[in-house]
């Protein structure tokens, strides 16, 4: 699937963001390898630590479906009354961590505005020397 079809994913995923707290809103689409593709949106709480970020929301119903196989991720997110994002939004430290469980370094993060404005990183430049629980 090409970058511009993932990031037109995680746009529509973006609507669904439920974010009354901080009026920001957050869209995540997930490739698997075997061509799957589960989307997410962040889910906020009047308990602001149970929010769920979009990305481990996409990660979290993956592999909740026996998913764990994923080639590459689109991330866009910006205030909630833009319908195009301003800003790249990179994931956060937490989501990065969830990541590295599944994927390796060379994994792509697709950062986006647009399906047309994206930067692509890989998750070992966003997380070096990560910690991997495996490789003790
Ligand atoms: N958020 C995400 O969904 N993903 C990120 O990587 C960064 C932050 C959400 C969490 C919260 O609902 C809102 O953005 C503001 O922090």
């Known amino acids: 699937m090409k970058n511009a079809e993932l990031i037109e994913l995680a746009l529509e995923a973006r609507q669904k963001s439920y974010s009354p707290y901080s009026g920001f809103a957050v869209g995540a689409a997930l490739l698997c390898k075997n061509g799957r593709v589960f989307t997410g949106c962040n ?9 769920n970020c979009a990305e481990r929301t996409a990660i979290f119903k993956a592999v909740s479906e026996g998913e764990t196989e994923f ?8 205030n909630a009354v833009e319908s195009v994002p301003e800003k790249y939004c990179p994931p956060c430290g937490i989501c990065r961590q969830v990541l590295r469980e599944f994927c390796s370094c060379d994994f792509e993060v697709i950062i986006a505005r647009t399906s047309e404005d994206y930067k692509t ?13 495996r490789e003790f």
Not at 45 to 50: H, K, L, P, Q, R
Not at 71 to 78: M, N, R, S
Not at 121 to 133: I, Q, R, V, Y
Request: glycine share 14%.
């Open 43 to 51: 889910i906020e709480n009047s308990g602001y630590s149970a929010t």
């Open 71 to 78: 080639e590459k991720i689109a991330v866009v997110g910006g």
């Open 121 to 133: 990183m890989t998750l070992g430049e966003l997380l070096p020397e990560s910690f991997d629980k």
